[in-house]
């Protein structure tokens, strides 16, 4: 299962490069948001049909918590934020600034027991791996500025 999770992890930056270039083509970054959506409804809808899912029922889904309905909010944000600035900050910025960002919220999550999560208290050890990934954000940031520094003073 990690090596899946992996892979998934490892599109995200795909993702994130396509559509910063497909907004360039298109002439707005939410025009790309926007063909990006249709692409993945074009995707899922012949899976749906060869899965033979059954159609959902909306009447359930009313009834659940108001945070169910996020997920399509999120997934807005987040294009919407790669496509305008992973090519400012570059691919390993963006996307290690978008991981620890994933992990702070994640352990909320977790040590809450929010969103139909089991909870998981926050510990030392957990904090610490934040805490790495915070660090090497920020080490992505100083190793970005430094060369634009040295080309500045010559």
Do not use: C, E
């Not at 990690?2 to 360039?24: D, E, M, S, T, W």
């Not at 691919?91 to 089991?118: C, N, R, T």
């Amino acid at each position: 299962m990690l090596a899946a999770a992996i892979f998934a992890g490892a599109v995200v930056p795909l993702q994130a490069g396509a559509n910063a270039n497909l907004g360039r083509l298109l002439g707005h970054p939410l025009w790309a948001t926007t063909v990006s959506l249709g692409v993945s409804l074009a995707l899922i809808l012949p899976m749906l049909i060869a899965l033979r899912a059954p159609l959902p029922s909306l009447a359930a889904a009313f009834k659940g918590p108001w945070w169910i309905w996020i997920g399509g909010a999120a997934g807005v944000i987040y294009m919407t934020a790669a496509l305008l600035l992973a090519p400012k900050l570059g691919a390993a910025s963006f996307i290690v600034a978008v991981i620890a960002g994933q992990m702070a919220v994640s352990l909320l999550i977790d040590h809450f027991g929010l969103m139909g999560f089991p909870a998981k208290p926050v510990n030392a050890a957990r904090l610490t791996g934040l805490l790495f990934i915070v660090g090497g954000m920020v080490i992505t940031q100083i190793a970005n500025v430094v060369p634009a520094l040295a080309n500045a003073t010559r």
